[in-house]
């Protein structure tokens, strides 16, 4: 989470953010589990409650489907594009 922060306050996308447990970038084609899948949707729906008022209900539905870490990557960079509106 602190990445994610990070990320948003220097400008950077937070999509770029997935890491392993050693810090290193996971690649695109890495099947998503269970522990990245529920912190992209908790996000996901904290921004959606919070900051977005229900923009993000496809996002949120497209993460719970998502099978691939570049599938979760585009989703978030999605949700990030309306953040920065």
């Given at each position: 989470?602190d990445?994610?922060?990070?990320?948003?306050r220097?400008?950077?996308s937070?999509?770029?953010?997935?890491?392993?447990?050693?810090?290193?970038?996971?690649?695109?084609s890495?099947?998503?589990?269970?522990?990245l899948?529920?912190?992209?949707?908790?996000?996901?729906?904290?921004?959606n409650s919070q900051i977005l008022?229900?923009?993000?209900?496809?996002?949120?539905?497209?993460?719970?489907?998502?099978?691939?870490v570049?599938q979760?990557?585009r989703?978030?960079?999605?949700?990030?594009?309306?953040?920065?509106r």
């Amino acid at each position: 989470m602190d990445n994610m922060n990070n990320a948003w306050r220097s400008g950077g996308s937070v999509a770029s953010v997935l890491v392993d447990a050693a810090g290193l970038s996971l690649p695109d084609s890495r099947a998503v589990d269970i522990s990245l899948r529920a912190s992209v949707v908790l996000a996901l729906r904290v921004y959606n409650s919070q900051i977005l008022e229900g923009q993000l209900r496809p996002h949120i539905a497209m993460a719970l489907a998502a099978q691939t870490v570049g599938q979760v990557r585009r989703i978030i960079a999605s949700a990030d594009r309306l953040l920065r509106r």
